[in-house]
């Protein structure tokens, strides 16, 4: 086999590997699991939370969820800036948990 049909075979063979953690960050589909939220942060370049912020597909998931837009932005931001929930998708999942027990939808 020559390099390129190698080196093709390796990229082609690559794409077939599921990445779950890639899927973090995509939106949930309409209509399809009205109760999935998807948590998705930015994270700024450096460890500290200084720019971390919740990207909109999080926000707009609280929404459909029942929460008005104030709320569910104050919730994804209190997830996101917590400095715990840095590269620990699990303890982010448990938080926000918490927060929707502890304050669920008003309607």
């Given at each position: 086999?020559?390099?390129?049909?190698?080196?093709?075979?390796?990229?082609?063979?690559?794409?077939?590997?599921p990445l779950p953690a890639a899927a973090i960050d995509y939106?949930?589909?309409?209509?399809?699991?009205p109760n999935r939220i998807t948590i998705s942060c930015f994270r700024g370049f450096l460890p500290?939370?200084?720019?971390?912020?919740?990207?909109?597909?999080?926000?707009?998931?609280?929404?459909?969820?029942?929460?008005?837009?104030?709320q569910a932005f104050a919730i994804a931001e209190a997830i996101c800036r917590d400095e715990y929930g840095v590269n620990n998708q699990g303890y982010m999942t448990q938080r926000l948990q918490q927060?929707?027990?502890?304050?669920?939808?008003?309607?």
């Open positions: 086999m020559t390099k390129t049909f190698r080196a093709a075979l390796g990229i082609g063979l690559a794409a077939l590997i939106p949930t589909a309409p209509n399809n699991t500290d939370v200084i720019w971390d912020r919740p990207n909109s597909v999080f926000v707009d998931d609280l929404v459909k969820y029942g929460y008005d837009y104030p927060l929707i027990r502890d304050t669920p939808p008003k309607g």
